[in-house]
């Protein structure tokens, strides 16, 4: 499999999920598209709303990388990074149908690896032949 490399920018929530959609199919993961969909959903939303504060002004930057079978993920919003992101390892029932923080739990269930450094979210999947 060739490495595919790219970079996606976008301000606002308007077009996310078409983008989100578009990666998934230029990148041939349709097997994987709601574990692949709702990390970058969840990813993009956080950026938006707590990176750049709700401002459509400010950009969001998807950056995307298949190589063999792991896709590496950054979501990098224009914030100042300043504060530290915790992805939960359990929340409780009640979080989970709750509108907000259940985002980084996700992200982190259907990960294998997510980390926050400045104002960049970090995530890594792996992609298994099927």
């Known amino acids: 499999m060739a490495a595919i490399q790219k970079e996606v920018m ?18 041939d993961l349709e097997a994987y598209a709601f574990d692949i969909r709702l990390i970058l959903i969840e990813a993009v939303t956080n950026a938006y709303y707590h990176g750049n504060l709700s401002d459509c002004s400010k950009p969001i930057t998807i950056r995307y990388l298949l190589l063999d079978q792991l896709l590496e993920l950054q979501i990098e919003d224009s914030g100042a990074g300043d504060s530290e992101l915790v992805f939960p390892e359990a929340i409780g029932s009640d979080e ?23 104002n960049t979210m970090y995530i890594s999947k792996s992609i298994c032949p099927l």
């Open 10 to 27: 976008l301000h606002g929530l308007e077009c996310h999920q078409m983008i989100i959609d578009g990666i998934i199919q230029e990148l």
């Open 96 to 118: 989970l149908l709750e509108e907000g923080g259940r985002g980084l739990y996700l992200i982190r269930c259907f990960s294998d690896s997510a980390e926050m450094i400045h």
